[in-house]
């Protein structure tokens, strides 16, 4: 799959994207149609822009990394993530797969990159952007290991993350009104 040769990515901070909030949403709504039009509570732009506003915080603050992607200057899609305080919730009530190492948990602040949210606008969808921006965050990271979460049901995004060297090592249900259950995964980022 081809990208755009016009593809261009921008790096922003916590403060930078959040300054950009209109944005941000504006490209979750271009993203994320059917889930909204779902009426999911946990999937509405409200409740997004709320955990948005949540990871930039003053908590991930310099932690958090943003991309953004742009094609002939219009906003294609984004991605956003943070590297895991040595404190993180991330991996409250998290039940690992048979075999993990009793330490997997255990964070230092430099361990593990949390992607949380990789989005590409419906018109620019299948055009090899969401792989372009993920490469892109990924490999300007400084962590031995990144972690997301994904629907066990979205077999679409689910196949794609295994494709791109991730893989299954838990699941567990975030702390946020009306989060579902999630798989995790893991890959590498020394290779």
């Not at 055009?127 to 979205?154: K, Y």
Request: charged residues 25%.
């Amino acid at each position: 799959m081809n990208t755009p040769d016009d593809l261009e990515f921008e790096h922003l901070t916590a403060a930078q994207a959040r300054g950009r909030g209109n944005m941000v949403e504006d490209i979750y709504r271009a993203s994320y149609v059917d889930a909204i039009a779902s009426g999911d509570l946990f999937d509405s732009p409200f409740e997004f822009m709320r955990r948005f506003d949540s990871y930039t915080g003053p908590r991930n603050g310099d932690r958090f990394a943003y991309v953004l992607a742009r094609v002939r200057g219009e906003s294609a899609g984004q991605t956003w993530g943070w590297s895991l305080p040595p404190d993180a919730a991330w991996w409250s009530g998290f039940q690992p797969d048979p075999g993990l190492a009793g330490d997997f948990t255990v964070e230092d602040g430099e361990r593990t990159f949390a992607l949380s949210e990789i989005m590409v606008c419906a018109g620019y969808a299948g055009q090899g952007i969401a792989r372009a921006m993920h490469d892109e965050l990924l490999r300007s990271r400084p962590e031995g290991r990144a972690t997301l979460l994904v629907e066990a049901d979205n077999s679409r995004a689910y196949q794609r993350y295994i494709q791109w060297g991730w893989r299954k090592v838990g699941h567990l249900r975030p702390d946020w009104p009306d989060a579902p259950r999630f798989d995790v995964l893991l890959r590498d980022l020394a290779d």
